[in-house]
């Protein structure tokens, strides 16, 4: 029966494991699809900007600024109204990186360098979710995404110097990195404080589980 029970904990603990590892590589291979969008389309975005200014007109500027602040706010209704969350810290977070994305957007002059703002967010949250989810902690988290962000985002201004109709801008590496920040605070705060624990914190439960069924 001994050795049975252990059996048993160690499938169990393999299981665990073998989900672990799966959510790794899916976060991380949404990493690189997603990169490989952003530079995929580095040629198109002035021209799509382009369609899109003919139909909303000089609009798009202010949709644009407008429309990251819409969803922030929208986030934090849905905190206060559907998880009716308690601690303050978390409001105070949220209005942080909203007005965090303000103070950006005053730096910001053209349509398709708010794109930058939306797109390297989404970046960094999405960097900062695949480190986690790896089994890497929060300070791990937050360099793995200043650093890869700043590898990618440095390699798109470089990319864009040589396309047409765009430049190169140190402005908008900088804008990169601040985003991508901003994504990984988001992440952090926000995803796994909202009661999604930590893979890491997963792992270390399934070692302790394994270890009670195992007398």
């Not at 002059?109 to 902690?137: C, F, N």
């Not at 890869?148 to 440095?154: A, D, F, R, Y």
């Amino acid at each position: 029966d001994l050795v049975r029970s252990r059996g048993l904990g160690d499938v169990y603990k393999r299981q665990i494991l073998h989900t672990l590892h799966s959510d790794t590589r899916t976060s991380w291979l949404i990493v690189v699809l997603y990169t490989g969008l952003i530079f995929a389309t580095l040629a198109d975005v002035v021209l799509i900007m382009d369609v899109i200014e003919r139909i909303v007109g000089d609009a798009l500027n202010t949709i644009l600024a407008i429309l990251p602040l819409f969803l922030l706010a929208l986030f934090l209704v849905y905190l206060i109204v559907v998880k009716r969350e308690r601690q303050p810290w978390r409001y105070l977070l949220m209005i942080f990186i909203i007005l965090s994305v303000a103070l950006i957007q005053r730096f910001i002059y053209y349509p398709d360098e708010k794109v930058h703002l939306v797109e390297y967010g989404m970046l960094g949250w999405m960097i900062y979710q695949a480190v986690r989810t790896s089994g890497g902690g929060v300070a791990a988290g937050y360099v793995w995404t200043m650093v890869l962000v700043l590898i990618i985002g440095t390699a798109d201004e470089l990319v864009q110097a040589y396309l047409p109709m765009r430049v190169f801008d140190i402005r908008d590496i900088v804008i990169n990195i601040h985003s991508g920040i901003l994504g990984a605070v988001a992440c952090s705060g926000l995803s796994y404080q909202l009661g999604d624990e930590s893979p890491a914190d997963t792992d270390a439960q399934a070692n302790d589980i394994t270890q009670d069924k195992n007398p």
